[in-house]
């Protein structure tokens, strides 16, 4: 996926950093419901982000905010989806397990939108693609109606899950500082029937 030369992404990466990304001489305006506008001390606004940024070792996905946003509803289905393989598996109910476990199977659309997801990454959109393909057995144990198989593939899904939680996080950056980030020119209207 790396068809940009590494060194040339890292530099462009660390420009966007220079350039102020983000947060930097834009003060976020954060204004308490039923505060009237009280002026945001600008040189501040930022400080608990980086503070934050310092304190996170994974490493960034660049992400626009409606990017982020689509992520983390993914993220509230992928759980979603598990708690219903383990509610399925309970109750050996195992239609309900190949219900769950299509909603984060792989599939085309699946690997173009963890594409799209981990284009300023590295790894993000392996790490994204092999989760899927774990989640692949899941469906295929339910279907053999071995509840052991299920746990397992259930674990070894959810292992993939932690590995990633614990190697990334997200990075909101505005759509020029996304763009020199992944390399990328168009804009991403994700959660609009994809692209
Ligand atoms: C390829 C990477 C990757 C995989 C695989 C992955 N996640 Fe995530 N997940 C993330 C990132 C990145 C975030 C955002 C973390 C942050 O806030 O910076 C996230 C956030 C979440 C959140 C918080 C959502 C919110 O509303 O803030 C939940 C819940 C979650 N993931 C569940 C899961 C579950 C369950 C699985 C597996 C079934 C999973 N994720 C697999 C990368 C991944």
Redesign the pocket.
């Known amino acids: 996926m790396s068809s940009t030369n590494p060194i040339i992404k890292c530099t462009m990466a660390a420009l966007a950093v220079l350039l102020g990304t983000a947060c930097e001489g834009k003060p976020t305006p954060t204004r308490p419901v039923g505060q009237a506008a009280a002026p945001v001390a600008s040189s501040n606004a930022c400080q608990p982000i980086s503070e934050l940024n310092a304190l996170?070792p994974?490493r960034p996905?660049p992400l626009q905010p409606m990017m982020a946003w689509h992520?983390?509803?993914?993220?509230?289905q992928?759980?979603g989806?598990?708690q219903q393989i383990i509610d399925g598996l309970a109750r050996q109910d195992w239609e309900e397990i190949v219900r769950a476990s299509a909603r984060?199977e792989s599939s085309p659309q699946m690997q173009q939108m963890?594409e799209h997801m981990?284009a300023g990454a590295d790894g993000?959109?392996e790490?994204?693609l092999?989760?899927h393909r774990r989640?692949d057995a899941i469906g295929e144990a339910a279907q053999a109606r071995d509840a052991q198989a299920v746990l397992r593939a259930t674990s070894n899904?959810?292992q993939?899950?932690t590995?990633?939680?614990a190697?990334?996080?997200?990075?909101v950056v505005d759509a020029e500082t996304w763009r020199a980030r992944t390399g990328q020119t168009h804009d991403p209207a994700m959660g609009h029937g994809g692209h």
Not at 71 to 76: A, D, V, W
Not at 167 to 171: E, G, I, L, T
């Open positions: 996170d994974r996905v992520q983390k509803q993914n993220m509230q992928h759980l989806a598990i984060i963890c981990g993000f959109t790490l994204a092999d989760f989640a899904t959810l993939a899950c590995s990633c939680h190697a990334y996080r997200q990075d």
